[in-house]
């Protein structure tokens, strides 16, 4: 005998999958129905809409995604980034891809007091501390830099790739990640 979920894993499901199809604007109401449950769920776990979105984002983390990814290239630093552009051009290319959720929430939600705003740039700061510890293992010169050098390659694929799928801007990306992995500190 299975156990049916709760009403808060429901409401997180639901929204997970309705949010990345239609966007933070998707209708509580779509959320509730879907979750099957009452919207008194909705303000009893999460105070309305705007605290589950911000707890769709915390849990919605790629950042292990990518560290699943690095992990499964192995120890070299460098392949360990290339395999993120390699999972990001698979990732992109699949027809259910909506591109990056995180930066369609930050976009969309213009009230510079929304929780969800926090969560998008903790986000994007562990993303950043990532990979920053990979160009060091590397020995790239600006480790802090060559992280965001690689952040803009990849939120530029995820953007690109959702106004044309077909071009797999994936693999521009990683020529272009290749150069920044080729810097070598000249200590």
Do not use: W
């Amino acid at each position: 005998m299975t156990t049916r979920p709760g009403p808060r894993e429901r409401l997180l499901a639901a929204a997970h999958d309705l949010m990345y199809a239609q966007g933070v604007h998707v209708g509580v109401d779509a959320i509730l129905k879907e979750a099957d449950v009452a919207r008194r769920s909705l303000y009893q776990h999460f105070g309305g809409k705007d605290g589950l979105i911000a707890e769709v984002l915390r849990t919605a983390s790629s950042e292990d995604r990518y560290r699943r990814t690095m992990d499964a290239a192995g120890e070299d630093p460098r392949q360990r980034v290339l395999a993120v552009f390699d999972e990001l051009d698979r990732i992109t290319t699949q027809p259910s891809f909506r591109g990056c959720r995180h930066t369609s929430a930050e976009l969309a939600l213009t009230d510079p007091t929304h929780p969800a705003h926090d969560e998008v740039r903790a986000y994007k700061s562990g993303l950043h501390d990532l990979f920053a510890a990979e160009l060091t293992r590397n020995g790239h010169p600006d480790p802090n830099l060559g992280a965001d050098q690689l952040l803009v390659l990849i939120d530029g694929v995820l953007a690109h790739a959702v106004t044309r799928p077909d071009a797999r801007p994936a693999l521009a990306a990683r020529a272009m990640a290749e150069v920044i992995l080729g810097q070598k500190s000249r200590l």
